[in-house]
């Protein structure tokens, strides 16, 4: 469990995240909804350790990851995972070094073991085949597809997402979906999307949570939102120009 | 106003000259406190002695031929005909390897490895790589800096004994076998003569590392440093290249002065 309490962040003159309160359960998949520019990317940066706000804490399994030592924060950060918004792939890697990389660094297995763990995780995420490919060889779909597979090769309980839909057309961003439910349902992981993409939200969420102004405003279930909170939805959109 | 604001903009200046600084001095410990990982990161160790020396030797070889040409030339044809061939054989040789050889790689090499460097880190940067490492548990100065830094610091050495002989080489072709001004043995006494093994030292490892580090580290400080997209890359290129090429200089001079 991840729990935010109070979390305030500040960049120069700007209060980005004013006293953010927000309980990510276990096993469920959270989707923060919010508009551009008003801190979900670093809200989520907060939550393993990248940025450190002003106030406020985030304990992750009981225990506050915004107050411990550098040595302890990569330890706790073995537990997640972290899609980012452009998939940040090393573009010195290929696809099969980008995901064997975590394993190489930090685990004693057999090549054979680790060469196993890529194909399971490419399979995954349907790119079977790829492993020898470098990121500017594929597509923004196949980018953040081979980040996820990134992802998931370490058994992350967390896996944070920023945008995931973003720039996808219509069949990519519905495997994606599909892909963060079905990691839910035979990995049990525990997932926190970031997004303005209201279909996305429709597909996966749990738990939905508005971010406005650095608040969170409503924290529910996405019934409730489609009932009440139509308006904002419609002004997220439009935050976007779609 | 227009006063005013001048005096404010290089107050801010000033300020941001010290923030740098410190910046810097903070990055230089970050990487001495990553050395003892060296065997976790030994991977990223080699790849990067590899890249360096794969990358640099053909630009190395060229320049270093053309180093023993032209000072081969110029030795020749700046000393009268008074002066004892052997003693010119000498000015060339030693003025070459002990200063030519190191300053003039060490530029080109500045704007060949410290600019892509910076580029290099500043795009990784940019597209959220180095955060990508982080989430990964992965250290960027244990994965990025120490290696560039260390291979920096080790092959700019290497190169320039190696550049140095190949610039003696074509200088000694030049002079005996093109330009026929001087006989092979004279040649060789003329290296002989007044040999300082410091000198020698000095030439090829101190100085040397010295700006291996440099190019490496300005590097990696203002690719780490990247701000805003392509065009942030692009500046954090720039100035990699300006800075180290500007401090190469200087503290060429101040070696000298302090050590020889
Ligand atoms: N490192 C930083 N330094 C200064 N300001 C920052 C920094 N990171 C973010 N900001 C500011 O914080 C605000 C929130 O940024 P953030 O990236 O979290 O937005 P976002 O909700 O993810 O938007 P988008 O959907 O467009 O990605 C922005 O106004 C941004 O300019
Ligand atoms: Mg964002």
Known sequence: MIEIRDLWKRFENKDVLKGINLTIEDGKTTVILGPSGQGKTVLLKNIVGLIKPERGS?????EDITKVSRRRLFELRKKFAFVFQGGALFDFLTVRENIALFLRMHTKMKEEEIEKRVKEALKVVGLSGTEELYPEELSGGMKKRVAIARAIVSSPKYIL????????DRTNAKAVNNLINRLKEKYGVTS?????????????ADKVALLKEGKMFFVGKKEEVEEKYLDYLYKLEESYGI | MAKQSFIISLGNRGINFFVSIYEAAVLFVQTLLQLPRIYFYRRQVIEQFYSLTVSTLPVTSLIAIFIGLGSTVQGTYQTSALTPRYFTANVIFKSTIIELTPIVLSLVLAGKIGGSLAAEIGSMKVSEQIDALETLSLDPVGFLVMPRVLAGTVMLPVMTIFAN??????????STAILHWISPGEYVSGMKMGFKAFELYFGNFIKPSIFGFIIAFSGSFFGLRTKGGAKGVGISSTTSVVVSAVLIVILDYFLGELLL
């Open chain 2, 165 to 174: 002989f190949l610039a003696i080489f074509s200088s000694f072709l030049m």
């Open chain 1, 58 to 62: 985030i304990l992750v399994d009981g």
């Open chain 1, 161 to 168: 997402y920023d945008e995931p839909t973003t720039g996808l």
């Open chain 1, 192 to 204: 926190v999307v970031v997004t303005h993409d209201i279909e996305c939200m429709e597909t996966v």
